[in-house]
Structure formats: structure tokens, C-alpha cells
């Protein structure tokens, strides 16, 4: 199992932001893991990358305990959080090259993460003068340098045109064929489109867990059942 949480709360002084929640996304799956604003995704994101400790329970991420050897965890994960953090007046070779050093990749690895992610026309550019797609780009290039088996993409595509989103998506899926990927979103047809699993989150609590062809039998439209889903707990 590459992601295994256990009775996982966090709790930030009087407000309890995860409330024990429990859940595990096998090898190769892609998980959509979904919530109003909010509801906690975020924070359980960082905590499956290590840069949050859970106040009780467990988590594994392909075999490493989050609490136990957290740079291990870091080894095999790959993250692109919400807002990209990246140093725009870095070259996107350039920037790639500093961030393989610190993983301990050569020149091979970066020209290969440039080509997976459509950035070979773009790698001589500054990062500041690039788009808000591209830069997304070079922020899954990033995530992907050191060859993680975990990949965890919190609202990649917020922001983007609609040719962007598609071109992301169909980068999503491609790198989701040989690693478990586990990303948020608020775009029901990009659940519709990449997910074989779903993960629902509402006020820190799962009040979802299921493949996709069984949650849209819930209703008319995943935005209805969504809907229902989010509203019902409250």
C-alpha cells in the first residue's frame, strides 16, 4: 500500500482540523481527494509529505512511518502544493539543475523531467516570464526529479485557462501510469476524467471513500453528489 492513514486527527489549539480519519491508496492508483475549502485536505497533505505532524494516529507513505523517518518519507514523495512555491528569476534549466543537486540527479534526469513535462521549448526562459501553465510545469518537473513513487498535487490546475488545463490534465494522467498519485481538486470534470477513486473530505471528517462509477450512481451529476455529501455532515 503506498499511503496508509490511521485514525489520523490534527488539532490547531480549540479547532480540530483532521478528526480522525482513516484511508489508503494502493500502488498505481490515481485518488481524487476532494472537500469544500476548509475541510482539511491541505493539512492532510502535509502531513502525508511530512511537513506537518499529526497530533494522534498513523501514517505510512510507501512503507515509511510520517513520525518515524520523515526524510525517508520526502525520499519517495513528490509535492506540488497549492501555491507553487518557485524562484522566478531562476532559467527553468537552470532552477531544475539546482534542485537535482540537492537530490543527488545528474543531467540525464533533467532533460528527462524537461521532456515528460513539455517544457523543451521553454527551458532556456526565465521562470518569472513564463505562464501560470508552464510554471505549473515546472512545478510537477520539480516534483518528479527524484523519481518519487508518491506524487501529491494539491489544486495543480487552480488558475489556469482552459488549453492549460487540459494540457495538465493529460500530464496528470500520463505520469499516473507507473506511481500513486493523490491530488485535490474542486473540478468535478477533472474527478470525472482522471480519478479511479475518490476520497471526500467535510469538516475534517471522510463522509466518502469510493471508485468513481459508484459515487456518480449517487445522483444526477458528481456536483450534486458532492453537494449532498458536503452539506449533509454539517
Same mark, same amino acid.
Given at each position: 500500500?503506498?499511503?496508509?492513514?490511521?485514525?489520523?486527527?490534527?488539532?490547531?489549539?480549540?479547532?480540530?482540523?483532521?478528526?480522525?480519519?482513516?484511508? #489508503?491508496?494502493?500502488s498505481g492508483q490515481i485518488a481524487g481527494f476532494l472537500g469544500p475549502n476548509g475541510a482539511g485536505k491541505?493539512?492532510?497533505?502535509?502531513?502525508?509529505?511530512?511537513?506537518?505532524?499529526?497530533?494522534?494516529?498513523? =501514517?505510512?507513505?510507501?512503507?515509511?512511518?510520517?513520525?518515524?523517518?520523515?526524510?525517508?518519507?520526502?525520499?519517495? =514523495?513528490?509535492?506540488?502544493? #497549492?501555491?507553487?512555491?518557485?524562484?522566478?528569476?531562476?532559467?527553468?534549466?537552470?532552477?531544475?539543475?539546482?534542485?537535482?543537486? /540537492?537530490?543527488?540527479?545528474?543531467?540525464?534526469?533533467?532533460?528527462?523531467?524537461?521532456?515528460?513535462?513539455?517544457?523543451?521549448?521553454?527551458?532556456?526562459?526565465?521562470?518569472?516570464?513564463?505562464?501560470?501553465?508552464?510554471?505549473?510545469?515546472?512545478?510537477?518537473?520539480?516534483?518528479?526529479?527524484?523519481?518519487?513513487?508518491?506524487? /501529491?498535487?494539491?489544486?495543480? +490546475?487552480?488558475?489556469?485557462?482552459?488549453?492549460?488545463?487540459?494540457?495538465?490534465?493529460?500530464?496528470?494522467?500520463?505520469?499516473?501510469?507507473?506511481?500513486?498519485?493523490?491530488?485535490?481538486?474542486? /473540478?468535478?470534470?477533472?474527478?470525472?476524467?482522471?480519478?479511479?477513486?475518490?476520497?471526500?473530505?467535510?469538516?475534517? +471528517?471522510?463522509?466518502?471513500?469510493?471508485?468513481?462509477?459508484?459515487?456518480?450512481?449517487?445522483?444526477?451529476?458528481?456536483?450534486?453528489?458532492?453537494?449532498?455529501?458536503?452539506?449533509?455532515?454539517?
Amino acid at each position: 500500500m503506498s499511503i496508509r492513514v490511521d485514525k489520523v486527527s490534527k488539532v490547531y489549539g480549540a479547532q480540530k482540523a483532521l478528526n480522525g480519519i482513516n484511508f #489508503e491508496v494502493p500502488s498505481g492508483q490515481i485518488a481524487g481527494f476532494l472537500g469544500p475549502n476548509g475541510a482539511g485536505k491541505s493539512t492532510m497533505m502535509k502531513i502525508l509529505t511530512a511537513f506537518l505532524p499529526p497530533t494522534s494516529g498513523s =501514517v505510512e507513505v510507501a512503507g515509511h512511518r510520517v513520525s518515524e523517518d520523515p526524510i525517508a518519507v520526502k525520499r519517495v =514523495v513528490g509535492y506540488l502544493p #497549492e501555491h507553487n512555491p518557485l524562484y522566478l528569476e531562476m532559467y527553468v534549466r537552470e532552477f531544475l539543475a539546482f534542485m537535482a543537486k /540537492i537530490h543527488g540527479k545528474g543531467k540525464q534526469r533533467i532533460e528527462e523531467v524537461i521532456e515528460q513535462t513539455g517544457l523543451a521549448a521553454e527551458a532556456h526562459k526565465k521562470i518569472g516570464a513564463l505562464s501560470k501553465g508552464y510554471r505549473q510545469r515546472v512545478g510537477l518537473a520539480h516534483a518528479l526529479l527524484h523519481e518519487p513513487q508518491v506524487l /501529491i498535487l494539491d489544486e495543480p +490546475t487552480t488558475g489556469l485557462d482552459p488549453n492549460q488545463i487540459v494540457e495538465i490534465r493529460s500530464l496528470i494522467r500520463s505520469i499516473g501510469t507507473d506511481r500513486t498519485v493523490l491530488f485535490s481538486t474542486h /473540478i468535478m470534470q477533472e474527478v470525472e476524467q482522471l480519478c479511479d477513486r475518490v476520497i471526500v473530505l467535510n469538516k475534517g +471528517t471522510i463522509v466518502a471513500d469510493e471508485g468513481i462509477a459508484q459515487l456518480k450512481k449517487r445522483g444526477a451529476s458528481l456536483e450534486a453528489v458532492f453537494q449532498q455529501l458536503t452539506s449533509s455532515a454539517g
